[in-house]
């Protein structure tokens, strides 16, 4: 089983900063598929980035996703309000399709 | 639309039984992986297992392996997760989430129900 440990486990940043969120997997991670979500209180999560760079549908360009083999970053360029939340990495190269324990990005 | 729309909130005692559901509309609901992700109070996202609703092929974390039963019906377009036997540590939301491309097993999840909070409590 892959274990992802996401990290910093928590965030400050202030509206308008850019924030960049990592995710390091324990083996190489097939073809690169790796997905981010975003996570709000209350909320399902939402799909972000696919196949570790891919933008999914509907999501801003300030989201971006990088990486590859075991090491990779979620990029927020410039926070908005609404993008403080959980975000979540997940690897879907191998069975089981394990999630990172997730980092919280807070209003500083 | 394509949507996800899981059951009601469940409220039952250790030992007893739970199906819960997941009914898929606007879309092939056949030729999609759906997956069941469990997320435990204040916590994070747990992959529990797939199914591809064409052919019931099913894969299983180990973790959850003879814990849950994962099934579909392709008649109704909805997806279960069941227990034969909860226990207290079983509380938590569950989230019913659709594969992205038709007919891919590796994949990320594009679509995701509301979600069901099962409480298990003596």
């Known amino acids: 089983e892959i274990v992802l440990t996401q990290s910093p486990g928590t965030l400050s940043l202030s509206p308008g900063e850019r924030a960049t969120l990592s995710c390091r997997a324990s083996?190489?991670?097939?073809?690169?598929?790796l997905a981010w979500y975003q996570q709000k209180p209350g909320q399902a999560p939402r799909l972000l980035i696919y196949?570790?760079?891919t933008r999914a549908t509907g999501i801003p360009d300030r989201f971006s996703g990088s990486g590859s083999g075991t090491d990779f970053t979620l990029t927020i360029s410039r926070l908005e309000p609404e993008d403080f939340a959980v975000y979540y990495c997940?690897?879907?190269?191998?069975?089981?399709?394990?999630f990172g324990q997730g980092a919280k990005l807070e209003i500083k | 639309e394509v949507q996800l729309v899981q059951s009601g909130a469940e409220v039952k005692k250790p030992g007893e039984s739970l199906k819960i559901s997941c009914k898929g509309s606007?879309?092939?609901?056949?030729?999609?992986?759906i997956g069941w992700v469990r997320q435990m109070p204040g916590k994070g996202l747990e992959w529990m297992g797939i199914?591809?609703?064409?052919?019931?092929?099913?894969r299983y974390s180990p973790s959850f392996q003879g814990q849950v039963t994962i099934s579909a019906d392709k008649s109704i377009t909805t997806a279960h997760l069941q227990w034969s036997s909860l226990k207290a540590s079983d509380t938590a939301m569950y989230y019913c989430?659709?594969?992205?491309?038709?007919?891919?097993?590796?994949?990320?999840?594009?679509?995701w129900g509301q979600g069901t909070m099962v409480t298990v409590s003596s």
């Open positions: 997940q690897q879907y190269g191998g069975s089981p399709y394990t």
């Open positions: 606007g879309y092939s609901f056949n030729i999609y992986w």
């Open positions: 083996q190489i991670v097939s073809s690169n598929y």
């Open positions: 989430a659709r594969h992205q491309k038709r007919g891919v097993g590796r994949d990320a999840f594009d679509i």
């Open positions: 196949d570790a760079s």
């Open positions: 199914i591809y609703p064409g052919d019931s092929d099913t």
